[in-house]
């Protein structure tokens, strides 16, 4: 039965972040901004949804560990496993905004957590600065989007083989949502982002109860089984972007959804309750959670983008991780 829970989650992921792109493309054109402010913004705080319903609840279900842990595995696998797999499927371009903004909120954030939470503790002062923290970056990245409407270059240059793409895949579907009107794509969106976040319920859901069948610690569930869980919702809307060539929404999304899981699932959780840390989460996890975001600064502004090699390093870095935390 938790096999067959996992595979329909499964599925209504994949039909919910295929719903989501095409909608939230539509509602990008439609309101003059671009692909990547709609990633950074909507995309990536609606496919955070699991995440803040898994975190609260474990809080709340006096397992906090899980909580904390599942931010942290979270991050951790947008940032290695979901940049890697995407830029596998599409390099992925990097404009000169994510760098100067996102990606240094993005570092900024989970440094700021690490500091917070250093004394063993997560307090409700500390979850309201991050919520706020994260109001300003909205109103910021809002307003930024507003100043350079669809007629200007938002995004990176796209190259000849993600217009291919772009033309290639899903031709038929592209062309239904161009005549969808405001009422319709909205619906679609609504549609996409509600079957992500059933999807992710289900799916973790059932991930947890084999994990536990397993005999899994409570914060290796969290590191693993749930943030993977959580982070589906993330792994399926950013790899059907970069497949149908919306690269500048693929990695929008991911640094937007580690904005929201540092910034809002960390302060949410820390205003409901105050939240015991386990040592091995604020001495290890966090760390090389800030050291993870930081090399992927590191990577995108080397070469302006995130190749097929370097997504194969990511995925490879993820693997070492858990190795270490498991072994």
Request: some cysteine.
């Amino acid at each position: 039965m938790l096999i067959v829970s996992l595979i329909g989650g499964l599925l209504l992921l994949l039909a919910g972040g295929e719903l989501l792109v095409r909608s939230a493309v539509r509602l990008a054109e439609g309101l003059g901004l671009s692909p990547l402010l709609i990633g950074l913004t909507v995309v990536a705080f609606g496919t955070s949804a699991p995440e803040l319903a898994t975190s609260v609840d474990a809080a709340l279900l006096g397992a906090p560990n899980i909580a904390i842990a599942n931010v942290v595995g979270s991050t951790l696998i947008n940032s290695l496993v979901i940049l890697g797999v995407a830029a596998l499927i599409m390099p992925l371009p990097v404009e000169r905004s994510m760098l100067t903004r996102d990606a240094s909120w993005m570092v900024g954030g989970t440094l700021l957590v690490l500091i917070f939470v250093w004394d063993g503790w997560l307090e409700r002062t500390s979850g309201g600065l991050l919520l706020l923290m994260l109001i300003g970056y909205i109103v910021m990245a809002y307003r930024a989007g507003l100043d350079r409407r669809s007629g200007e270059a938002l995004a990176a240059p796209v190259g000849p083989e993600q217009a291919a793409v772009a033309r290639g895949i899903g031709h038929d579907l592209d062309l239904m949502f161009a005549k969808l009107g405001w009422v319709m794509t909205s619906c679609a969106f609504t549609i996409g982002l509600g079957l992500l976040i059933l999807g992710g319920i289900i799916f973790v859901e059932a991930a947890i109860g084999i994990a536990r069948l397993l005999g899994a610690s409570e914060t290796v569930i969290g590191l693993t089984i749930v943030a993977g869980g959580t982070s589906a919702p993330e792994l399926v809307t950013s790899a059907i972007a970069a497949y149908r060539g919306r690269t500048d929404m693929a990695i929008g999304s991911v640094l937007g959804s580690n904005i929201y899981n540092m910034l809002g699932v960390t302060g949410i959780v820390g205003l409901i309750t105050p939240v015991p840390i386990e040592p091995g989460i604020a001495s290890l996890d966090l760390p090389v959670t800030v050291a993870v975001t930081a090399l992927v600064v590191l990577i995108m502004a080397s070469g302006r983008q995130i190749s097929r090699i370097e997504g194969a390093f990511l995925l490879s870095g993820y693997a070492l991780f858990l190795w270490l935390r498991l072994v």
